[in-house]
C-alpha cells in the first residue's frame, strides 16, 4: 500500500543535540500525527496536527503540518537519553479513513 | 484516558493450533478498531478495519478466513489467528478510534511465536 517517505531512517546523536525528522507525500492529508514505539511496545500518540500550517508543541517536541498539506515535521530539543526509540508519521485523508504510515525513524541517543 | 490494552502480550504455540488476541479500549467507546501486523524493523501493515456490528473489511492479501474478526461490542475487538504456521510468528498491534474522532490510540502488542 502506499507509504508516506519519512527521513531520516535513523539518526545516532549526542545528548542534548537538537533532532529533526520530517514525512513527505505526493498526495494531501487532512491529518498528520506522530508516535514514538520502543521495543516490544505499541506506538504511542505523540502530536496529533489537523490544520495546515498548525505548529503544536508537547514538551520538547515541537510537530508542524505543513501548509500544502503534503509534509510534516517533528522537532525534539535537547534530546535525552530516553527519547531512544523509532518515530512515525502518519498521515489521514479523510474523517474516516486509514492511516498511512511512515517508514519510521530510528532515534538513538549518546549520553 | 484513551487508553486501549491488548491480551495476552506474548504467546507462544504449537503450529496447526488456533490463537485469539484480545483488544480492548479501557476508558472509551470505540466503533471502530484496527488490526495491524508489524515485522521486525518494519512500519506497521494494516490488516483488517473492525467495525462493531458488522463485519471487518479486510486488506488486500490478508486472508478473512484465516484471521478471523470480531466486534462484538464497543470497547472489544478480537482477532483469531487459525491453524496459526510459523511464518504468522509476528508482532499484532491494535489500534482504537474515539468515536467522531480521527486519532488512533495504539494497544501495547502482542508478539506471536508459533513453533
Known amino acids: 500500500g502506499q507509504q508516506l517517505n519519512q527521513s531520516p531512517q535513523s539518526m545516532f546523536i549526542q545528548e542534548g543535540e537538537d533532532v529533526s525528522m520530517n514525512c513527505t507525500s505526493s498526495s494531501i492529508f487532512n491529518t498528520w500525527l506522530w508516535y514514538k514505539q520502543e521495543p516490544g511496545e505499541g506506538p504511542v500518540l505523540l502530536i496529533a496536527?489537523?490544520?495546515?500550517?498548525e505548529l503544536t508543541s508537547n514538551g520538547r517536541l515541537t510537530a508542524q503540518f505543513g501548509i500544502t498539506r503534503k509534509d510534516s515535521f517533528l522537532n525534539i530539543s535537547a534530546s535525552i537519553p530516553s527519547d531512544v526509540g523509532i518515530y512515525f508519521c502518519?498521515?489521514?485523508?479523510?474523517?474516516?479513513?486509514?492511516?498511512?504510515f511512515g517508514k519510521g525513524t530510528k532515534l538513538s541517543v549518546k549520553p | 484516558g484513551a487508553v486501549v490494552s491488548q491480551h495476552p502480550s506474548r504467546v507462544i504455540c504449537k503450529s496447526g493450533t488456533s490463537v485469539k488476541i484480545e483488544c480492548r479500549s479501557l476508558?472509551?467507546?470505540?466503533?471502530?478498531m484496527f488490526w495491524y501486523r508489524q515485522f521486525p524493523k518494519k512500519s506497521l501493515m494494516l490488516m483488517a478495519t473492525?467495525?462493531?456490528?458488522?463485519?471487518?473489511?479486510?486488506e488486500q492479501g490478508v486472508e478473512k478466513d484465516k484471521f478471523l474478526i470480531n466486534h462484538a461490542s464497543l470497547t472489544l475487538s478480537t482477532l483469531t489467528v487459525t491453524s496459526a504456521h510459523p511464518e504468522d510468528s509476528s508482532f499484532y498491534i491494535c489500534s482504537a478510534r474515539l468515536d467522531r474522532g480521527e486519532t488512533q490510540y495504539f494497544g501495547p502488542g502482542t508478539r506471536l511465536l508459533v513453533l
Open positions: 476508558d472509551f467507546q470505540a466503533t471502530t
Open positions: 502518519a498521515g489521514l485523508r479523510g474523517s474516516q479513513g486509514n492511516l498511512i
Open positions: 473492525s467495525n462493531e456490528g458488522s463485519k471487518a473489511t479486510y
Open positions: 496536527l489537523y490544520k495546515a500550517g
